[in-house]
Nanobody, 117 residues
Framework: VQFVESGGGLVQPGGSLRLSCAAS????????MSWSRQAPGKEREWVAG????????AYTESVKGRFTISRDNAKRTVYLQMNSLKLEDTAVYYC???????????WGQGTQVTVSS
């Protein structure tokens, strides 16, 4: 199982980024997926989840209305569109299996998102 996250970067408050995660090594179309993040000095927290056929999505309260999770099963890729970014969104973002958090024991390298003026 492998997760390869990309799309992070430095952005000003109010800006947008689109993260991608290419997954391999398991039946992607049959697996719920999620994004989590880890800010400096904090534990990793769940951000958003999506069911295997995209029928259900869920978000942590702090990102509702600003972030959108989606997936393309043909490309084995899950996305996180992040709008209206805030300073507190600064973190390393990871994807993993599971709807409400990582259920696979290993993680990818993540992608760094830095929101700064």
């Amino acid at each position: 199982v492998q997760f390869v996250e990309s799309g992070g970067g430095l952005v000003q408050p109010g800006g947008s980024l689109r993260l991608s995660c290419a997954a391999s090594g398991f039946t992607f179309s049959g697996t719920d997926m999620s994004w989590s993040r880890q800010a400096p000095g904090k534990e990793r927290e769940w951000v958003a989840g999506i069911s295997n056929l995209s029928r259900q999505t869920a978000y942590t309260e702090s990102v509702k209305g600003r972030f959108t999770i989606s997936r393309d099963n043909a490309k084995r890729t899950v996305y996180l569109q992040m709008n209206s970014l805030k300073l507190e969104d600064t973190a390393v973002y990871y994807c993993n299996t599971g709807y409400r958090g990582g259920t696979w024991p290993t993680w990818g390298q993540g992608t760094q998102v830095t929101v700064s003026s």
